[in-house]
């Protein structure tokens, strides 16, 4: 096991009925803006929950913050927030909302020229607002880690940024939020989580016992719940366990002390700017081919998720890693996703361009072993094209 270090000062307040939390945990003598997305929290009665937790605060709301969160809408919240003296945020929705204010807290006391440099040219951030949120979607681990992915619409580019005080101080994890998500977020959902434990768990083996057991217990609830919570959407219990699961998939615990992926989530990101898909579903769409392509020197860990998360059996080690890959695409099209770009429509194109701006962004060594070259690449995406 590598040495590490840990830290994770988000609060959480799991459960149902937890939102009214928000009311002591955000003291009264802040100035509030309550962030929140395209409406969905209008229309189920989240953001009247939140308001009525507020009545004693004084607080404005900004709408609107799509999913991929753009640059050009967060500085409008930017501008309201200095406007008018905004001192705290509180994100509503899903991890594009969360992330949004991620980078708005970054952006209001920032003193560069232009806020989208501390994103591209990770320009110095010394002060940050402090942020919480709602969580309404579970997915993407934002509500408790300190990353978020902001989209620059005009560049056509989506990038990831990360700085150590934007942990949210405290996050509501209610499931009956997530209630009335449509089944497509459901699967995006699940997909997502699933491949964050993925990213950090098929790597190499680094006798990280704790870790292992702990990423193959997420993935095997993932397996379990998912087809239950799009199956029955207003089950209590598989709606817990997947934001609970979703949470530990990307708070920071399973990664300490282990080698790291990312290279599907690094590719992901470039599908997703060169044609808008949604997250979750570029990663279904790579990480099969990924991890063939990849076989060899993932050989260990694919074997191991073969026998522990799959149960596979089969005798013959090369067999036994197919059947677990081949599972892994077949659960991704079963929460309603494509695993390939082919089943996507997508043009052959895209084999030569993606690398090529992978590379602009200075991506070039991806992966546990920085092995994920341009080249690499380009076999993955001719992979996934079938
Ligand atoms: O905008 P509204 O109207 O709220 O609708 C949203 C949106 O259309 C809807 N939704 C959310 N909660 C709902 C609901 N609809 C009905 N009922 C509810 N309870 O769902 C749609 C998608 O929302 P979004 O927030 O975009 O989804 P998700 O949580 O999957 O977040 C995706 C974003 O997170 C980034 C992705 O790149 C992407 O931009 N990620 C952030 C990470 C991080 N900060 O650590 C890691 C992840 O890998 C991921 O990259
Ligand atoms: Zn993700």
């Given at each position: 096991m590598h040495l590490f270090s840990y830290h994770n000062p988000t609060t959480l307040f799991f459960g149902?009925?937890?939102?009214?939390a928000v009311r002591r945990a955000i003291p009264e003598k802040h100035k509030v803006l309550v962030l929140y997305g395209g409406g969905s929290v209008k229309k189920n009665s989240v953001l009247d929950q939140v308001r009525a937790a507020l009545n004693k605060h004084t607080f404005l709301e900004f709408g609107g913050?799509?999913?991929?969160?753009?640059y050009e809408t967060l500085m409008g919240a930017v501008e309201l927030a200095k406007r008018e003296g905004i001192d705290y945020l509180l994100a509503v929705g899903g991890g594009s909302v969360i992330d949004g204010a991620k980078f708005i807290a970054a952006a209001i006391?920032?003193?560069?020229?232009?806020?989208?440099d501390i994103v591209e040219k990770h320009a110095p951030v010394t002060k940050v607002l402090p942020l919480s949120c709602v969580l309404?979607?579970?997915?993407?681990?934002?509500?408790?880690?300190n990353g978020a992915v902001i989209s620059h619409t005009a560049k056509g580019v989506k990038l990831p940024f990360f700085h150590?005080?934007?942990?949210?101080v405290f996050a509501v994890l209610d499931p009956?939020?997530?209630?009335?998500?449509?089944l497509k977020q459901i699967g995006n959902g699940v997909v997502d989580a699933f491949v964050h434990v993925a990213e950090q768990?098929?790597?190499?083996?680094?006798?990280a016992f704790v870790q292992d057991y702990y990423a193959e217990g997420l993935l095997k609830t993932l397996l379990e719940i998912g087809p239950q919570t799009l199956q029955h959407p207003l089950d209590y219990e598989a709606r817990a366990n997947f934001m609970w699961a979703a949470n530990q998939a990307l708070n920071g615990l399973i990664g300490v002390g282990v080698p790291q992926d990312w290279s599907t989530h690094m590719i992901g990101h470039e599908l997703t700017a060169m044609y808008g898909f949604d997250h979750a579903q570029t990663l279904a769409a790579i990480l099969p081919h990924n991890l063939r392509v990849r076989r060899k020197s993932k050989r260990a860990k694919l074997l191991q998720y073969a026998r522990r998360v799959w149960n596979i059996t089969e005798s013959d080690e090369e067999k036994a890693i197919d059947m677990a890959i081949n599972k892994t695409a077949a659960f991704f099209e079963a929460m309603?996703?494509?695993?390939s770009l082919a089943k996507l429509g997508v043009e052959r194109d895209v084999i030569e361009k993606l690398p090529v701006r992978l590379q602009e962004h200075g991506?070039?060594?991806?992966?546990e072993h920085g092995e994920v070259t341009p080249v690499v690449v380009k076999q993955i995406l001719t992979a996934s094209m079938g």
């Open positions: 149902k009925g937890q939102i009214i913050i799509e999913p991929n969160p753009s006391p920032f003193e560069g020229k232009d806020a989208w309404t979607l579970p997915a993407a681990g934002s509500e408790s880690n150590p005080q934007l942990y949210p009956t939020t997530t209630y009335t998500l449509p768990y098929l790597t190499a083996p680094a006798q309603g996703l494509k695993s991506l070039t060594a991806l992966g």
